[in-house]
Nanobody, 124 residues
């Protein structure tokens, strides 16, 4: 069992930056590939970014490529999402998730544990 707690969300202006953190419980964090997803009101949850369990491989949704960066610190049981050049369309609840996998996972159904999410609101 892995428990995930996100933090770092907030309300910002377009063009600003935010850094989300996701802290995981337990001693097995390094055995999981990690991902970030988001869900805007009235929309389905969508993939944002994912990272392999070693941190050596990452993948991004086209909509955030070049603006967002995912990283992890296995010693701190934490995964991060650095979000730069934020746009109003990035407004959503952002959730992190853990997958019993080695490589980055992009499918929602590929994840085994989910956090509660943190709200990110970007105004123009």
């Amino acid at each position: 069992q892995v428990q995930l707690v996100e933090s770092g969300g907030g309300s910002v202006q377009a063009g600003d930056s935010l850094r989300l953190s996701c802290a995981a419980s337990g001693r097995t964090f390094s055995r999981y590939a990690m991902g970030w997803f988001r869900q805007a009101p009235g929309k389905e949850r969508e993939f944002v970014a994912a990272i392999s369990r070693s941190g050596g491989s990452t993948t991004y949704a086209d909509s955030v490529k070049g603006r967002f960066s995912i990283s992890r610190d296995n010693a701190k049981n934490t995964v991060y999402l650095q979000m730069n050049s934020l746009k109003p369309e990035d407004t959503a609840v952002y959730s992190c998730a853990a997958a019993r996998a080695i490589v980055p996972v992009t499918r929602v159904t590929g994840y085994d544990f989910w956090g509660q999410g943190t709200q990110v609101t970007v105004s123009s």
